[in-house]
């Protein structure tokens, strides 16, 4: 290649003065010798010039070579240009592609749910009509024309009755469940890591978004008047009453046609919640805040003390002669108000509803202002006397006691809880963070923490009146269905506050409602151990402890919301009414799948004497599928919590609950 190009190269090397020269000199001896001479000096130049031209040669050689790898080169990049541009347009079809599977994803999901919904509301209303025609003297006359004549409407009754297990809560009749302090080996450590395990899984794309938007409907059904919900529930319960009034009037009719009918047929109207009026009526006026609802019933006690006065009395001297010492004592006790007087004059011979006001004021605040609390590496004791004698508690990790602070003299309560390593400290300081956001009369206040090597210490607000669970299983004290409705009242308060601060409590039971003294009925939450802000995403696995409490969607591993707290306020309201554990079965398996087939009843004898409106109350909260039990702000608006009639009722008759039951009155 090179030669080729030399010569190519000499082309344009012109030679002709050299030859010029040797023509010219053939003239004389001068002349030959200069010839000579001449010929000498022009082959040394052409020699010169060959030199030159090979070292042109070489040069284009080496820039040809140069050339060629700047060429191939160039050819790679190009080639690695395509290239890319390649993968360029395949990330964007793959960038295409996947946007258009997440919408369909999406609009999947969004049918889904569209489809779920009415599913939902048939199965309800299904089971509503079930619920009526359960409880319809039609019913009645047919299950009773069946029983004569053999199997009938068996099956269908069967579908209705909870299958619940007896024997097992029999057995487990007043039986306090195992202390959680017996769980106590259970690591946190664990249970982080499995909570934590728990988050990272939990991550989804349809599946997330359906579920936060089930959630974002809870919160703002808690946060906002409940109107599509309210109305949703009065127009079930619209359809259920002209059901009811159909099937009264085709009683009424067999009743006058079959006038020889037995008497064990005619069945009395089974007292049934008027939910949706008051539901409604009571929205405004019992769901204030608790502040703001104690100013109000103390100011109608004002205003209408005197109205009040002269009619009760009469009607108890009349009714209950001696009877109104105790009453009054009772009233104390419950903190509850006189009756009251219902506006306007009464006329001869029509009947007012009589109304009692239940003392519906928070428990006296904590001692101190609600402070936000960052744990503190100084010596506790500097501050602090712990009476480590005196042990009010013995918790999963740790024990509370009772202390005083120096400077003040405040009695206040250490929750020492053992955290060696940095996690387990950062779990205890999210219990501390999530305290900091509480500042509610129903909620146990925090007052300070420290941090030592081996454990931290959460100093709290005191409340002296014990555990609630021992309420239930003491015999001697007389517990009555107003006093339950006082308790849970409260409860469902505090959860309704920490559910606007989008908190969960997720550890609620009896053990960790504290009572603020034995002598009134005033409660706080405690124990935000396993409390948590609101993820849209998060599940919760639970490794400790019994599993009484635990809601069918902690145990089934699914996402974990507000309704996982109101269920736990089911199982509560059950226990205190009967003194009995809805799911306790023999072991912790049982009981799971007492849970999982929400397996439970009203059969126990327990719960003759309570009324149908607490029944009703706890129906809806032990309701396996979380979106369609009540609501914090649903439940405080429930007839069983707020008809002041009702109330009035189960104050004259004094009901009481499970083993303090009163003898049935001689007739
Ligand atoms: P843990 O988170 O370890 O279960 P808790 O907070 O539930 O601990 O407390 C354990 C027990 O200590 C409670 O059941 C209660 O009897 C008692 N206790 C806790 N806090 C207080 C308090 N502020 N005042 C009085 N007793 C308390």
Not at 14 to 25: E, M, N, R, S, Y
Not at 489 to 501: A, F, S, W
Not at 653 to 660: D, G
């Amino acid at each position: 290649m090179s030669s080729s190009l030399v010569k190519s190269l000499a082309r344009f090397y012109d030679l002709k003065p050299l030859h010029a020269q040797k023509h010219t000199g053939n003239g004389g001896g001068d002349a030959k010798k200069s010839q000579t001479a001449t010929s000498h000096s022009s082959k040394s130049s052409f020699s010169l010039i060959e030199g030159r031209v090979d070292a042109l040669c070489s040069q284009v050689d080496k820039l040809l070579a140069l050339q060629e790898a700047v060429m191939s080169r160039l050819d790679v990049i190009s080639r690695e240009r395509a290239l890319e541009k390649n993968v360029e347009h395949l990330l964007n079809v793959v960038h295409g592609d996947m946007r258009t599977v997440k919408k369909q994803a999406e609009q999947q999901a969004k049918r889904l749910d569209a489809l779920e919904r009415p599913l939902n509301a048939l199965q309800y209303a299904v089971s509503l009509i079930a619920e009526v025609l359960k409880h319809s003297p039609l019913s009645e006359l047919l299950k009773s024309t069946h029983t004569h004549a053999g199997k009938g409407l068996k099956s269908k009754d069967g579908v209705e009755k909870p299958k619940v297990c007896l024997k097992g809560l029999k057995s487990q009749k007043k039986k306090k469940p195992p202390d959680v302090a017996d769980a106590a080996q259970t690591d946190l450590e664990e249970v982080q890591k499995l909570n934590q395990q728990n988050a990272e899984l939990s991550h989804g794309t349809a599946e997330t978004a359906a579920c936060a938007a089930e959630h974002l409907d809870f919160i703002k059904d808690e946060q906002e008047p409940e109107e599509k919900k309210r109305e949703e529930l009065q127009a079930v319960e619209q359809k259920e009453e002209a059901e009811k009034d159909e099937q009264r009037e085709i009683s009424n009719e067999q009743d006058k046609q079959e006038t020889k009918r037995p008497e064990d047929l005619c069945v009395p109207d089974v007292p049934r919640c008027e939910s949706s009026a008051v539901y409604q009526e009571s929205s405004e006026e019992h769901c204030e805040l608790t502040g703001s609802t104690k100013r109000r019933v103390t100011e109608e006690n004002l205003e209408k003390d005197d109205l009040k006065k002269s009619r009760v009395e009469q009607r108890s001297e009349e009714v209950e002669g001696s009877e109104e010492q105790k009453s009054e004592d009772d009233a104390a006790k419950e903190g509850t108000k006189e009756p009251e007087e219902p506006e306007g004059e009464k006329k001869e011979g029509e009947t007012i509803a009589e109304e009692y006001i239940i003392d519906c004021s928070p428990p006296p605040p904590a001692p101190f202002e609600h402070r936000v609390v960052t744990s503190k590496t100084q010596q506790i004791t500097a501050y602090y006397t712990i009476n480590r004698e005196e042990v009010l508690g013995g918790g999963r990790f740790g024990m509370v006691h009772k202390c005083v602070e120096k400077s003040s003299g405040l009695t206040l309560a250490a929750k020492i809880i053992k955290a060696r390593s940095q996690k387990e400290k950062e779990v205890v300081k999210s219990e501390i963070e999530v305290m900091n956001q509480l500042n509610h009369a129903n909620l146990i206040q925090l007052y300070a923490a420290y941090e030592s090597r081996y454990d931290v210490t959460l100093v709290m607000e005191y409340v002296e009146g014990g555990e609630l669970f021992d309420r239930i299983i003491d015999e001697n004290y007389k517990l009555t269905e107003l006093d339950t409705v006082l308790f849970i009242r409260q409860i469902t308060e505090g959860l309704q506050y920490m559910h606007k601060m989008y908190i969960l409590h997720l550890d609620l039971k009896p053990e960790n409602i504290l009572c603020v003294s034995r002598e009134t009925n005033k409660v706080k939450i405690i124990d935000f151990g396993l409390a948590r802000r609101y993820k849209p995403r998060e599940k919760l696995r639970v490794n400790f402890g019994t599993p009484e409490f635990l809601a069918p969607e902690v145990i089934n591993y699914e996402f974990v919301s507000f309704p996982t707290d109101m269920w736990s306020l089911g199982v509560i309201t059950y226990m205190l009414l009967s003194g009995l554990s809805p799911f306790l079965g023999d072991d912790d398996n049982e009981t799971l799948n007492n849970i999982l087939e929400c397996k439970w009843g009203f059969e126990e004898a327990e719960f003759e004497d309570i009324s149908e409106e607490a029944k009703d109350f706890i129906k809806r909260l032990l309701v396996q599928s979380k979106g369609w039990r009540m609501s914090a702000s649903q439940s405080l608006k429930h007839p069983w919590l707020s008809d002041r009639s009702l109330h009035y009722r189960l104050h004259q008759k004094k009901n009481k609950c499970h083993s303090t039951r009163a003898p049935p009155p001689e007739s």
